[in-house]
């Protein structure tokens, strides 16, 4: 299979989300040559302004669904290369309502990857490693690109569908593809129903944040600007064919980051509220990054507090752009919790 791969122009999905904005920016600061479009739905998790201090020249939003496969059609023709990053991402909206993540996570990527097939252009899959479900606290077992795919909720099954059907288009048409898989993500621009966002803009508000089941559940943490470079780089230099995980060695059990997330906000330690847990809550993610990193990728990004303070800092600063989603994400949290207490207290 072949590696290395030059490119001028690339469509990105959900370029206007919060992975798929900082890939982006990334591109857009670190290669000058390449121009990019994105095609994104601006559905509630996609927000323009995350991409609108890029000059136009450079990235181009084009609106529309990427299960529209006239439009991807007509996109895929002009592109070098895609990276799809597109999906619907929240595991308790995927348990409230899954009818969109099976629309547009396994019919958005075959329609992507139809086209990418019938146009022969290279194809980048942006996955997860929930695909893999979830491994033991006692234990110090990590996902590799060996494991079984396991996936636990309506949000890691249809993004699991969408692996499997990019590996069958690479085996029997040939489709060149790559997959990542990567684990959780922070950093700006995240969307204010994801854990650390949540809670950052909980404790500014003077609210007590949240934390599910007994808060020992652990998420191998990553810098979103580390993803970006990890996609690039697997994009660039990775083989044909191959899956590539991407960790950076950041396991932390839930219950350590919101203390830490207080600690900033000099709030107590206990000062949070223990509410339901998750329907079928994966406890544990671990990455083994050994195949990325003998690609010649390392993070840069490792030091966890650090990036912490400064997504705290920008979430700070950036009121404008987080509150208009706040009050609706609260509402249907409110709805979710039904004033239950959590398993640990509750
Ligand atoms: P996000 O929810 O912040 O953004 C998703 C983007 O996709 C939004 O801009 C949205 O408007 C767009 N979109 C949704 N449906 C669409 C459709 N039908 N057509 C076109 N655009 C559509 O998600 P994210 O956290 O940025 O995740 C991006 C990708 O990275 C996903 O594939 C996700 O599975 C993967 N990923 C995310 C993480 C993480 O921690 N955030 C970790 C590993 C993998
Ligand atoms: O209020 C909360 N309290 C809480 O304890 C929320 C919103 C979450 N949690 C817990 C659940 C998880 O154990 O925090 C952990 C992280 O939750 P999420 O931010 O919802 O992320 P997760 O479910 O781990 O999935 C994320 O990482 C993989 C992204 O949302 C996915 O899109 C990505 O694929």
């Given at each position: 299979?072949a590696?290395g791969?030059a490119?001028?122009s690339?469509?990105v999905t959900?370029g206007c989300g919060?992975?798929g904005s900082a890939?982006v920016?990334y591109v857009v600061?670190?290669h000058?040559?390449?121009h990019?479009?994105?095609l994104d739905a601006?559905?509630?998790a996609?927000?323009?302004q995350?991409?609108?201090c890029l ?5 181009e ?5 990427v299960?529209?496969a006239?439009?991807?059609r007509?996109?895929v023709?002009?592109?070098?290369a895609?990276?799809h ?5 929240h ?6 309502d899954?009818?969109p993540?099976?629309?547009t996570n396994?019919?958005g990527?075959?329609t992507l990857?139809?086209a990418?097939?019938q ?6 899959h942006?996955s997860?490693?929930?695909v893999?479900g979830?491994?033991?606290l006692?234990s110090p077992?990590r996902?590799?690109e060996e494991?079984?795919?396991?996936p ?7 993004k699991?569908?969408?692996d499997?059907?990019?590996?069958a288009?690479?085996?029997?048409y ?5 997959i990542?898989?990567?684990s959780n ?5 995240q ?10 803009t ?8 949240k934390?599910y089941g007994?808060?020992?559940?652990v998420?191998?943490?990553?810098h979103?600007e580390?993803h970006?470079?990890a996609?690039?780089q697997?994009?660039?230099r ?10 950076a060695?950041?396991?932390?059990d839930?219950l350590s980051v919101l203390?830490?997330l207080?600690?900033?906000?000099g ?7 223990w509410v339901?847990?998750?329907a079928?809550?994966?406890?544990r993610?671990a990455?083994?990054?050994s ?16 990036g912490l303070a400064?997504t ?7 009121e404008d ?6 009050e609706?994400t609260?509402?249907l949290y409110?709805?979710?919790e039904g004033g239950?207490r959590?398993?640990?207290c509750g």
């Amino acid at each position: 299979m072949a590696c290395g791969f030059a490119l001028n122009s690339i469509l990105v999905t959900g370029g206007c989300g919060f992975v798929g904005s900082a890939f982006v920016r990334y591109v857009v600061r670190e290669h000058p040559g390449v121009h990019v479009t994105v095609l994104d739905a601006l559905t509630y998790a996609g927000n323009p302004q995350n991409i609108a201090c890029l000059p136009r020249n450079r990235a181009e939003l084009v609106v529309g669904d990427v299960c529209d496969a006239k439009l991807v059609r007509d996109l895929v023709a002009k592109a070098d290369a895609v990276v799809h990053f597109a999906a619907e991402t929240h595991n308790d909206r995927s348990i409230a309502d899954p009818a969109p993540f099976v629309k547009t996570n396994v019919e958005g990527t075959f329609t992507l990857i139809e086209a990418c097939r019938q146009l022969d252009v290279r194809y980048h899959h942006v996955s997860t490693d929930e695909v893999f479900g979830d491994l033991p606290l006692d234990s110090p077992a990590r996902f590799t690109e060996e494991s079984a795919y396991r996936p636990s909720s309506p949000y890691s099954s249809s993004k699991a569908a969408a692996d499997m059907l990019v590996r069958a288009w690479v085996r029997t048409y040939g489709l060149r593809a790559t997959i990542s898989i990567c684990s959780n993500n922070y950093g700006l621009y995240q969307h204010v129903e994801k854990f650390i966002p949540r809670q950052i803009t909980n404790l500014i508000d003077g609210a007590r944040p949240k934390l599910y089941g007994d808060g020992r559940h652990v998420r191998d943490w990553i810098h979103v600007e580390d993803h970006s470079s990890a996609v690039w780089q697997i994009l660039t230099r990775g083989c044909v064919g191959e899956t590539y995980l991407i960790g950076a060695d950041g396991e932390r059990d839930n219950l350590s980051v919101l203390r830490e997330l207080l600690r900033a906000f000099g709030r107590d330690g206990d000062d949070f509220d223990w509410v339901r847990d998750r329907a079928g809550h994966d406890r544990r993610y671990a990455i083994d990054n050994s195949k990325l990193r003998r690609l010649g990728w390392t993070p840069t990004h490792t030091d966890f507090s650090s990036g912490l303070a400064d997504t705290i800092a920008w979430y700070k600063a950036h009121e404008d752009w987080w509150r208009p989603a706040k009050e609706a994400t609260e509402a249907l949290y409110r709805e979710r919790e039904g004033g239950a207490r959590g398993g640990c207290c509750g």
